[in-house]
C-alpha cells in the first residue's frame, strides 16, 4: 500500500482505531475489583480514539468516513450507558472497515502477470488481512460478542458468559449491574450490524467461523421468543427513557427481517455446522445464573420454545438433498470424523453413544413431516447411501450410524422399513431367486445382477446384521426369504477364491444362531434340499465370477444334453451338502448340528415302512413319488457326510443320544410292524439299547431333564418287548422300560450287563434290585457319551500300554477275542496306529492286513466295519502293498445265509479299493485292467445294491484315470448303454461319465 507523506493507509488507520479501542490499560492502585478496571479501561479507550478523531489531522479522512457512516444508521452511537457506548463504537468502526476494503477493491486493478515468471503468484487484492490484522478484528468481534448479545440473551439460550473464559466471567459481573431496559432493541441492533458487516467475504469468515452460534441464538431469540420474556427485560425505569417506542420491543416489521436474516444466515453456511450450532442451541447447557437475592444460584434449561424452534430448523436440514449426511456430519466430523482425521477420527469411531444418538434422530420422524411414510421415503435411501462413504476415515463412524439407524427404524416401523429399507438392501439377492418378474432378460451370458451390486448388498447385510447384532423379529424374516441365494453365493464362491465368502459364511451363521430352533431348523432343511424353500433359485440363472474377486448374475447357457444336466444337477447337489456341513462345523458348540442330525436320522425312519407307507406319505406330503425318493437319497447323503466329518462329536450332549436312540427305535418299530428283517437294523437297535443301557448304569450323571427325555422310549420299548423275535432283546426292552419309567430306582442284571459290555468292562455285575448310584464322570465324558463308551474303552485300555512290540502283538491277539466289544475296540486301536505311522505297525503290515482280512469274515457287524475302517486306513498309507489282496477279496456276492452281509462287505470294500486308486496317483493306471474287470463283474450282479455301487466305482475310476480306459472302452460303454434304469441312484452313479466333451476326447 502506498503511503504519501507518511500518512497511513484508510484500512491501516481504521484497525489502527480498533487497536486502539480494543488494547488493555494499566490499571490504577486503588482499584480492587476487575469490574472497575474493566469500566475505566472501556472509557479510557472510548476518550482517546475521540481524541483523536478531533483533534489529530492525520485521522481526518477516518473521521469523514465515520461521520458518513452513522449518518447511515437507524439508531444512535451516543447514550449515557458506557458500556453500550463502546459496543456501538467498536461497531462504527467495523463498519467503516467494511467500507474501506470496498472502496480499495473497486480501485484495484491486478496487474498483468509477467510471462517470463509465470510461476509467480497473482497479486493479492488490497482488501486482504494480514494475520495480525484479522487479530485485530477477531478482538474486536469478540468485545462485541461479549458486550453486545451475550448480556440481552434469555436464561437458556446460548452458551453462558460464565462458561466461556475469564474475561467473559468478568464482562457478566459488569453488565449485569449495568444492564440496560432495552436488551431486546439492542440485540437487534447489533445482530444486524455484524450480518452487514459479515456480507463483505474477508470479514464473513471471521464472523461466522467463531460466532455463528451467537448469531443463532440472538437470531432465535428475536424471531421466535415469545413477547413475555422480551417484557422480562424491561423495567419501571424504561418509562423515562429515551425513544419510547422502544420499550415495547420490536416491531413486526422489525422481526421480519429478522427471520429473513436467519434463513438467508441457515442458508448461506456449510450445513454440517449449522446443524452443530442448531443441536448445541436445542439441547443448550445446564446454565448457572446469578439471582439478585442473596447469593443463590439457580440452574437454567434451555426453554420450550427454543427446543421446539430449533428442532423445526433440524428437520428442514434433514429433508433436504442429502440432507442425512449433513446431519451426520454435523454431529460426528466435530469428534474427528471428518476432513482432519487423525488419532481423533479412531477414538471417535469408538464413540457407540454419539452414534446412538445420531440414529435415534434419524429413526424419529419429525412433527413438522405430513406423514411418517414420507420421510421414510425421503430418508431410508440416504440412510443406505451412508454404507457407501469412500473415506476410509469418516467411513468407519458412518457406517455405525447407519447400522444402529438401520436397527432402530426396523424395530419402531417395521411396515415402512421392510418398504424403504429392506427391500431396496435385499433387492439384488432377490433377484436371484424364482420370483414372477424372472424374464427381464433371456439372452444368454447376460448380465442380471453386477457384480458390484452383489458386493455392496453382502457387506450391507453384513454390517446391518453381523455388526449391528440386534436381531429383531421383522429383520430375521426378511432375512430369512434370502437365505437361500446367500447359501447359493457361498457355495459358488466355496469353490475359489473370493472375499465375499467370509461375509456370506458369517450372514448365515448369524441368523442360525440369533432365530429360533425352528426356524433354522426349516432353514436347515431348506439349504440341504429336504424342504422346499419359497421363493427357489431361479433354474435359469447362475453365478459366474466376477472381474474383481466378486460375483456376479448371468442367464445361463441352455444344455440340451440330458446326461450333461444330470450331471450338473447331481455335482451341485453334493458340493451344497459339503457347504453345509463346513457351515455346521462352525455352529459345534451350540446344539442345532447336533439337533439337524437327529432330524436327518428321523427323516429315515420312512424307508423301514413298505412301498404303500411311503405313497401314502407322498400323498399326503403333497410330493410325487420320484421327489420323495430324491429325498431320502439325500438325507443318507447328509448323514453320511455328517458322520464323517463330525463323527461322535456331532452328538454332544446327553439329550442328543438319547433324541438319537429313540430315531433308532422309530425304525425298529417300523420294521417290526412291517415285518421286515434288515440286519443293519439290527445291529442299530443293539448299539442303540447299549448306549442307553450305559447312560442308566453310570457312563453319564442323568438329571431328570434327561429322564423326560427318555420318556418317549417306553411306549416303543414296549413294542420291541412284544414284537422282537429274539427273546433276548425283548428282555433287555422290558428291563429298560422298567429303568427308565423309576427313574434309575430299579435296575436288572441284564440292563447292567448290557452296560458294562457297551462300555468294555469284562467284569460282570452281580444282579441287585436296589437303586444304584451313578458314577461320577468328567466334564468331557458328560458332553460326549458316545466317546466315553466307545473310544474311551480303545485309549483306556490299550493306547496307553505302550508302543512295545510286545504290547503290539498283545493288541494283535486281543483282534480275535470273543467278545465283541473287545475285539472291536483293538482293531480300531490298530487303526488308530497305522494311522499315526506307529514303527510297530510299520514293520508288521502283513499282520496287520491279515487281522483285518479275517475280521471281515466276522457276524458281527461292529467287528467287520472296524475291519473295514482299518483297511481304509491301510489304503491310505500303503496303497501299494494291500490293492492286490483286495482285489483278491473283492469277489461276487455268494448265495446263502450270508448274502446280506457279503453284499455290505463288498460295497465297502469297494470304497476301500476307490480311496487306495486315489491314494496311488499316477501310479494306479498299473492297476488299470484288473480294477476295471473287477468293478465291471459287479455291474452284472444280481442285486441291484451291488451293482449301483459298482456303477458308481466305475464312474470314479475312470474320472480318476482321465478317463484313460484302453482296450476295456467297449465293455464300459456297454454297461453305460444298458443301464437305462430310472432310478435315480443309477444315474447318480454314471452321472460322471455321462459328460460329452470327455467322451469324445477321449474314444
Known amino acids: 500500500m502506498r503511503r504519501v507523506n507518511n500518512m497511513a493507509s484508510p484500512l491501516e488507520r481504521t484497525l489502527e482505531a480498533l487497536r486502539e479501542l480494543t488494547q ?171 450480518l452487514d458487516i459479515a456480507n463483505h467475504p474477508s470479514l464473513e469468515n471471521l464472523i461466522l467461523t467463531r460466532h455463528l452460534g451467537d448469531l443463532l441464538a440472538s437470531l432465535c431469540q428475536l424471531v421466535y421468543s415469545p413477547n413475555k420474556y422480551q417484557q422480562n427485560l424491561m423495567s419501571e425505569e424504561a418509562s423515562r427513557q429515551e425513544d419510547s417506542e422502544k420499550q415495547k420491543g420490536l416491531t413486526d416489521a422489525e422481526q421480519q427481517s429478522c427471520q429473513q436474516a436467519l434463513q438467508k444466515l441457515l442458508d448461506r453456511v456449510y450445513q454440517p455446522i449449522v446443524v452443530k450450532e442448531l443441536l448445541i442451541l436445542q439441547g443448550g447447557i445446564k446454565q448457572v445464573v446469578s439471582v439478585c437475592v442473596g447469593k443463590t444460584r439457580t440452574f437454567s434449561q434451555t426453554p420450550a420454545w427454543l427446543r421446539h424452534r430449533c428442532g423445526q430448523l433440524l428437520s428442514e436440514r434433514l429433508m433436504k438433498p442429502n440432507g442425512v449426511q449433513v446431519v451426520v456430519r454435523g454431529i460426528v466430523e466435530g469428534a474427528g470424523a471428518g476432513i482432519a482425521g487423525g488419532q481423533s477420527a479412531e477414538a471417535a469411531a469408538a464413540d457407540w453413544r454419539k452414534c446412538d444418538i445420531v440414529a435415534r434422530i434419524l429413526a424419529s420422524c419429525p412433527q413438522q413431516c405430513l406423514s411418517v411414510e414420507e420421510y421414510y421415503r425421503q430418508v431410508c435411501p440416504q440412510v443406505l447411501e451412508l454404507f457407501h462413504i469412500k473415506d ?21 416401523q417395521p411396515e415402512l422399513t421392510d418398504k424403504y429399507l429392506l427391500k431396496p438392501l435385499l433387492a439384488p439377492l432377490i433377484c436371484c431367486l424364482d420370483i414372477k418378474d424372472v424374464e427381464g432378460c433371456s439372452q444368454m451370458g447376460a448380465v442380471i ?41 457361498y457355495c459358488f464362491t466355496a469353490r475359489g477364491v473370493s472375499h465375499l465368502r467370509s461375509g456370506c459364511q458369517d450372514i448365515i451363521l448369524w441368523f442360525l444362531q440369533k432365530s429360533e430352533p425352528p426356524v433354522a431348523m426349516l432353514v436347515l432343511k431348506q439349504l440341504a434340499g429336504l424342504a422346499q ?129 429313540i430315531a433308532t427305535l422309530d425304525r425298529c418299530c417300523m420294521n417290526l410292524t412291517h415285518r421286515t428283517e434288515e440286519t443293519v437294523e439290527a445291529q442299530t437297535l443293539s448299539m442303540g439299547m447299549g448306549l442307553i443301557a450305559a447312560m442308566l448304569g453310570g457312563a453319564v450323571q442323568l438329571t431328570s431333564t434327561d429322564f423326560d427325555a427318555m420318556k418317549p422310549m417306553l411306549p416303543r420299548l414296549e413294542q420291541i418287548a412284544v414284537l422282537h423275535p429274539d427273546p433276548v432283546i425283548q428282555e433287555l426292552a422290558s428291563d429298560l422300560r422298567i429303568t427308565v419309567a423309576t427313574h434309575g430306582a430299579f435296575s436288572t442284571e441284564t440292563v447292567a450287563t448290557a452296560a458294562q459290555s457297551t462300555m468294555g468292562n469284562p467284569n460282570k455285575p452281580t444282579k441287585s434290585s436296589h437303586p444304584k448310584k451313578t458314577c461320577p464322570v468328567t466334564e468331557s465324558q458328560r458332553q460326549s457319551p458316545i466317546s466315553y463308551s466307545v473310544g474311551g474303552m480303545e485309549h483306556r485300555n490299550m493306547a496307553t500300554s505302550g508302543n512295545s512290540p510286545r504290547n503290539f502283538h498283545q493288541i494283535l491277539q486281543i483282534a480275535f477275542d470273543p467278545e465283541v466289544p473287545t475285539r472291536a475296540a483293538a482293531l480300531r486301536t490298530i ?142 460303454l456297454e454297461v453305460i448303454s444298458n443301464s437305462r434304469s430310472s432310478n435315480y441312484m443309477l444315474l447318480h452313479c454314471f452321472g460322471t461319465l455321462g459328460k460329452k466333451k470327455s467322451k469324445q476326447q477321449h474314444i
Request: aromatic content about 6%; glycine content about 4%; hydrophobic content about 40%.
Open 392 to 412: 476410509k476415515l469418516t467411513a468407519r463412524q458412518f457406517q455405525r450410524v447407519a447400522t444402529m439407524t438401520f436397527l432402530s427404524m426396523v424395530k419402531e
Open 449 to 489: 445382477v453386477e457384480e458390484s451390486e452383489l458386493t455392496c448388498c453382502v457387506d450391507d447385510i453384513y454390517k446391518v446384521c453381523v455388526v449391528g447384532n440386534d436381531p429383531s423379529s421383522k429383520l430375521l424374516a426378511s432375512l430369512e426369504a434370502v437365505i437361500p441365494a446367500i447359501f447359493s453365493l
Open 533 to 661: 424353500s419359497s421363493p427357489v433359485k431361479n433354474p435359469l440363472y447362475h453365478f459366474t465370477a466376477g472381474s474383481e474377486g466378486g460375483v456376479k448374475l448371468t442367464v445361463k447357457e441352455t444344455v440340451s444334453d440330458e446326461d450333461e444336466t444330470l450331471y450338473e444337477k447331481v455335482s451341485s447337489e453334493q458340493w451344497r451338502i459339503e457347504c453345509l456341513a463346513q457351515l455346521l462345523s462352525n455352529l459345534q458348540e451350540s446344539n442345532l448340528t447336533g439337533d439337524f442330525f437327529i432330524e436327518c436320522l428321523k427323516g429315515l425312519t420312512c424307508l423301514a415302512g413298505e412301498m404303500d407307507d411311503r405313497l401314502a406319505t407322498s400323498r399326503t406330503n403333497g410330493l410325487p413319488e420320484w421327489e420323495q425318493q430324491e429325498q431320502q437319497l439325500v438325507t443318507l447323503q447328509l448323514i453320511a457326510v455328517l458322520c464323517e466329518r463330525f463323527g461322535h462329536l456331532v452328538l454332544n450332549n446327553t439329550v442328543h443320544v438319547i433324541e438319537f436312540v
Open 24 to 194: 488493555p490499560r494499566e490499571a490504577r492502585m486503588a482499584q480492587t475489583s476487575q469490574e472497575d478496571v474493566l469500566l475505566q479501561t472501556l472509557c479510557h479507550n472510548l476518550s482517546v480514539l475521540d481524541q483523536k478523531l478531533q483533534q489529530d489531522s492525520n485521522w481526518a479522512t477516518l473521521q469523514q468516513l465515520r461521520e458518513r457512516v452513522i449518518s447511515q444508521l437507524t439508531w444512535s452511537v451516543r447514550s449515557d450507558d458506557a458500556v453500550w457506548n463502546f459496543v456501538t463504537e467498536v461497531l462504527v468502526q467495523l463498519l467503516c472497515l467494511k467500507q474501506t476494503m470496498i472502496e480499495l477493491l473497486e480501485q484495484f486493478v491486478p496487474p498483468k502477470r509477467n510471462p517470463k515468471s509465470p510461476e509467480c503468484a497473482p497479486a493479492l487484492p488490497p482488501d486482504t488481512l494480514s494475520i495480525s490484522q484479522q487479530k485485530t478484528v477477531q478482538t474486536a468481534l469478540q468485545f462485541v460478542i461479549t458486550l453486545g448479545i451475550c448480556p440481552y440473551l434469555l436464561p437458556g439460550v446460548g452458551t453462558p458468559l460464565r462458561c466461556r473464559s475469564d474475561f467473559a466471567a468478568t464482562v457478566e459481573k459488569l453488565v449485569c449491574y449495568l444492564a440496560s431496559p432495552r436488551g431486546m432493541w439492542r440485540l437487534h441492533i447489533v445482530t444486524m450490524a455484524l
Open 831 to 972: 487303526s488308530h496306529m497305522v494311522q499315526q505311522r506307529s514303527p510297530d505297525a510299520l514293520s508288521n503290515q502283513e499282520k496287520v492286513l491279515s487281522v483285518f482280512l479275517e475280521n471281515l469274515k466276522h457276524e458281527d457287524s461292529f467287528v467287520y466295519l472296524s475291519a473295514i475302517q482299518g483297511l481304509s486306513v491301510l489304503a491310505d498309507v500303503y496303497p501299494s502293498q494291500i490293492l492286490p489282496r483286495l482285489l483278491d477279496e473283492y469277489q461276487v456276492s455268494p448265495e446263502g445265509p450270508e448274502k446280506t452281509r457279503c453284499i455290505e462287505t463288498r460295497m465297502k470294500m469297494g470304497e476301500v479299493l476307490m480311496r487306495s486308486t486315489k491314494a496311488l496317483g499316477e501310479i494306479a493306471s498299473h492297476y488299470r485292467d484288473p480294477l476295471i474287470r473287477v468293478f465291471l463283474r459287479g455291474t452284472k450282479d444280481s442285486d441291484s445294491t451291488v451293482r449301483a455301487s459298482s456303477l458308481s466305482n466305475l464312474g470314479e475310476l475312470c474320472q480318476c484315470l482321465h478317463f484313460a480306459i484302453g482296450s476295456v472302452i467297449h465293455e464300459v
